[in-house]
């Protein structure tokens, strides 16, 4: 008996646990991508001084990332189901470790930015390819224990990484952390090879959809060009109307590809789900917010103009937020049942508006705590609005679509954070320019340019207000297992554990499906098609 189907009978299979080696390499490579991920915001004002390349070129590297996060993170578990999913991670982990050691050896910001690039598709492969393995060795209730613990690796990693990268930057330079990545990543192979088996989906249509991704790039790039640059170009300038018509060009091939191949990147139909895109619009929102936020705060609070921190100091700083999304994660789940998804959506997002709308009165001479006491509300409001938004995404589906639905919303989360993330920074850079030429003090004109990012960030935020009205399921009582994996939800999508309410085919909450039902071409699975 599966694990969807003994709940659905209302009791619990004990299943398979997941190996070892299994185990550790999932949870070791997931702990270092995130740790990676949020670390590298931390360390660019030490790569700027170091190689003399200006911040707003910089700023790529944490963009770029995620744009190729967003274009790949599909297509990686496609090839994983169809070319082996134990021989993808590894091509993963062999791309991360060469993108690592490119950017420890890098001889410009330029060549920092390629390799964060490629890195991009190196850790969506690594998320994607992991969670399948880790999915595909377990089964039941050792399933969901396993994946608690991958899912708790994950937010230790993105919570950990500014203050990681402050260490090694402090102890080694900037170089530093990606030396160590390699080495990890370096190590995962042959433990990976020795202790991992191979697995597919042989009921999976072996064509995978190349032109789809390669669209989604077109019309995501040149869309993030048009918006970052668009004010100093002219916004009916020849280099932005060129961007913004390659966007809409890009984005009606995209629709006719995916109406046409077998194995789409995303299933058209499920955008005529009214719950499912509400429920990704919010996880975009949210997860836009908080990497915007993120940027700008690293770079504010190491800024001599602010508080002049160390990358330590100010990795430092930034743990209190991190922390607070992983404590109140697990406290969402008994919320959303006793008041609905909907109620704790919209109050996520009151509280994100309003905690943004603070930051935006920013001047000066505010101190540490007056930036903390916001930024903890931002944290929260996050975790509140992410955690059902994110169970809604994949219960509102029939169980053959959760694996189609996952990947939307995991989609959704690299799109939001690479736009909002460029369009933040280069709100601050120009806001903070303009006053600095109208002859304000260097620390005014900056304090300036932040509050007004976040006074865009608070309007962005409103928008999510009315998309909690969307969400009106009451979700089921959290088990358990639900709670320990929780913290994931704020990172990524994880497919929902069936329970046999409602007998409408669809699920209500958690984070588990059995493992019998891994095997099969767009059946319930974890990890299969992203």
């Not at 009791?11 to 670390?39: I, K, M, Q, W, Y």
């Not at 993963?92 to 060469?98: I, K, N, W, Y």
């Not at 230790?156 to 030396?179: D, T």
């Not at 100091?313 to 607070?324: E, K, N």
Request: hydrophobic share 55%.
């Amino acid at each position: 008996m599966t694990s969807a189907a003994a709940a659905s009978s209302g009791t619990d299979d004990p299943g398979v646990r997941p190996g070892l080696g299994v185990l550790l390499v999932a949870c070791v490579s997931t702990l270092v991508v995130n740790a990676n991920t949020s670390a590298v915001s931390i360390l660019i004002p030490s790569i700027s001084t170091d190689l003399g390349t200006p911040i707003d070129v910089l700023q790529w590297a944490v963009t770029g990332y995620l744009l190729v996060g967003a274009a790949t993170i599909v297509t990686s578990g496609a090839l994983g189901d169809v070319f082996g999913r134990r021989r993808i991670f590894m091509g993963g982990l062999l791309l991360f470790v060469a993108s690592s050691v490119l950017i420890a050896l890098a001889p410009t910001g330029g060549v920092v930015v390629l390799g964060r690039v490629i890195a991009g598709a190196a850790g969506a492969t690594i998320l994607a390819c992991g969670l399948g393995l880790l999915s595909v060795a377990s089964s039941g209730q050792g399933q969901m224990w396993g994946v608690s613990l991958w899912g708790g690796a994950a937010a230790v990693g993105a919570a950990a990484g500014p203050v990681i990268g402050g260490v090694l930057n402090e102890a080694s330079g900037w170089q530093g952390l990606f030396w160590v990545n390699a080495a990890i990543a370096a190590a995962c192979i042959p433990l990976t090879w020795a202790t991992v088996a191979e697995s597919s989906d042989p009921e999976r249509s072996r064509r995978i959809d190349w032109a789809g991704t390669v669209l989604i790039a077109g019309v995501l790039v040149p869309f993030v060009f048009a918006v970052t640059e668009g004010s100093s170009w002219g916004w009916v300038s020849v280099p932005t109307l060129v961007c913004l018509v390659t966007t809409v060009l890009a984005a009606v091939g995209f629709v006719l590809v995916e109406r046409r191949v077998s194995a789409p990147l995303i299933d058209l139909a499920l955008l005529r789900n009214v719950l499912l895109v509400g429920a990704t619009i919010a996880i975009l929102i949210g997860a836009g917010a908080i990497a915007a936020i993120t940027f700008m705060i690293s770079l504010y609070f190491q800024n001599p103009l602010a508080f002049g921190m160390s990358s330590f100091q100010a990795g430092l700083a930034t743990l209190p937020v991190a922390a607070a999304v992983v404590v109140v994660a697990p406290v969402v789940s008994p919320l959303a049942h006793k008041f609905s998804a909907r109620v704790v959506v919209t109050a996520g997002f009151v509280v994100l508006t309003a905690s943004f709308a603070v930051l935006a009165a920013v001047r000066p001479g505010w101190s540490y705590v007056a930036f903390l006491i916001p930024l903890l509300g931002i944290a929260v409001g996050l975790a509140l609005s992410n955690g059902p938004a994110s169970s809604v995404a994949t219960a509102c589906v029939p169980t053959e679509q959760v694996g189609s639905a996952s990947g939307i919303s995991n989609m959704a989360r690299y799109v939001g954070g690479a736009v909002m993330t460029a369009v933040a920074a280069g709100i601050v850079a120009r806001v903070s320019m303009v006053k600095a030429e109208a002859g304000q003090a260097g620390a005014d004109a900056l304090a300036a340019g932040f509050a007004r990012a976040c006074l865009v960030l608070a309007i962005f935020s409103a928008f999510g207000i009315p998309l909690g009205w969307l969400v009106a399921r009451r979700t089921r009582r959290p088990r358990a297992s639900d709670l320990a994996a929780a913290s994931a939800s704020t990172i990524y999508t994880l497919p929902p554990r069936g329970d046999g309410e409602g007998g409408d085919g669809r699920n209500d909450g958690g984070a588990e499906v059995g493992g019998d039902d891994l095997g099969g071409a767009g059946r319930h699975r974890l990890g299969s098609r992203r």
